[in-house]
């Protein structure tokens, strides 16, 4: 559950995650030292995203790793395939892998809410640590639902029929 609301919290990769320590989450975000692209990168946390950090990195090293299985264990490669498919199958849901909660996230911050626009590509490519372009790629079909009324909201009528 924790590696779960992680991901879901920052839209970070599974190894990423697993790699986090303590000392990674300071200042409202965590830091992503060594990424796919090798390129590190800060992932700004909400409100509810900092009080969860808070609560895995009480009473740790700087050095712990954040996010252990119960046992205090790390971890590894494939750790989260069998948890998740015992997850979607209590969800009554079609299993899933673990890089769709990656997916979640930049979804749900391209979206628009409540007449609130969606968050910029660039700002979601920026936290998810991919290219703007790469994240068109994959994205661009969220937005395409909001831009019928951001052309609508964003120009005038210029007079006339």
Known sequence: RPMA??????????GELCRMEVQDFQNGQVFIAKEKSDKPRHVPLSSNGIQ??????????????LITHT???????????RPMEL????????PV???ILRHTYATLLLKSENGSPGMSLAYVATAI????????????????????????????SFGGA
Request: glycine share 8%.
């Open 129 to 156: 640590g991919d290219s703007v372009a790469t994240t068109a790629k994959h994205y661009a079909h969220v937005i395409e639902d909001d831009l019928q009324s951001e052309v609508e909201r964003k120009l005038p």
């Open 97 to 99: 892998g673990f890089h």
């Open 5 to 14: 609301r992680a991901a879901l919290l920052t839209g970070c990769r599974y």
């Open 52 to 65: 969860f950090f808070e609560s895995l990195a009480k009473g740790k090293k700087p050095t712990d790793l």
């Open 87 to 94: 997850a979607c199958k209590a969800a009554g849901i079609e």
């Open 71 to 81: 046992d205090g264990s790390a971890w590894d490669r494939s750790h989260q395939t």
